[in-house]
T-cell receptor, first 114, second 113 residues
């Protein structure tokens, strides 16, 4: 079975500063990895995904993530955050074959401070 | 517009009173699922369906039922709600059971008193 650990439950950061949200996964098979964002009072929106190929994945709103197989990590980064990036971010994993659902981490609340 | 629609968005009910939360998608997706979101626990899958008349339990199915009579609809049924089912519920759909892009509904905030 797959599992996801998001190492920080809350991350406060000043506006225009860089940010990294950490995600580690556990799986004995190859996986697909995802980051979702949830703005206040809204559903989840796909930020980016890693399926195969280049380990550096670019997503919406200036976010990117790097898949590191040896460290089983998929950390999310943004070089300069805005107030509008304040949200909860979820890392998720699924097997890349077979009938398995998304497994989510517990979420990281990013708070951008003016 | 491609979307997953949940109703209602907010619901307050009393213990033991049966309720149904509806979910409908307009993308002809085979795979649909229900999650509950609780503080500090992230999203946990309740039930999923790989196609019409095919449903299976997720991680936290106790106290819930689902049905998939039509491809577009996947209602979540609480036969006898209890306060520990107070939560934020999300429906999601995708083209395959390997959700390379899952679309989520706006959520249903349920309070059971």
């Amino acid at each position: 079975a797959q599992s996801v650990t998001q190492l920080d439950s809350q991350v406060p950061v000043f506006e225009e500063a860089p940010v990294e949200l950490r995600c580690n996964y556990s799986s004995s098979v190859s996986v697909y990895l995802f980051w979702y964002v949830q703005y206040p009072n809204q559903g989840l929106q796909l930020l980016l995904k890693y399926l195969s190929g280049s380990t550096l994945v670019k997503g919406i709103n200036g976010f990117e993530a790097e898949f590191n197989k040896s460290q089983t990590s998929f950390h999310l980064r943004k070089p300069s955050v805005h107030i509008s990036d304040t949200a909860e971010y979820f890392c998720a994993v699924t097997r890349n074959s077979g009938n398995t659902p998304l497994v989510f981490g517990k979420g990281t609340r990013l708070s951008v401070i003016a | 517009e491609a979307q997953v629609t949940q109703n209602p968005r907010y619901l307050i009910t009393v213990t033991g009173k049966k309720l149904t939360v509806t979910c409908s998608q307009n993308m002809n997706h085979e795979y649909m699922s229900w999650y509950r979101q609780d503080p500090g626990l992230g999203l946990r899958q309740i039930y999923y369906s790989m196609n019409v008349e095919v449903t299976d339990k997720g991680d936290v199915p106790e106290g819930y039922k689902v049905s998939r009579k039509e491809k577009r609809n996947f209602p979540l049924i609480l036969e006898s709600p209890s306060p520990n089912q107070t939560s934020l519920y999300f429906c999601a759909s995708s083209f395959s059971s390997n959700p390379t892009e899952a679309f989520f509904g706006q959520g249903t905030r349920l309070t059971v008193v």
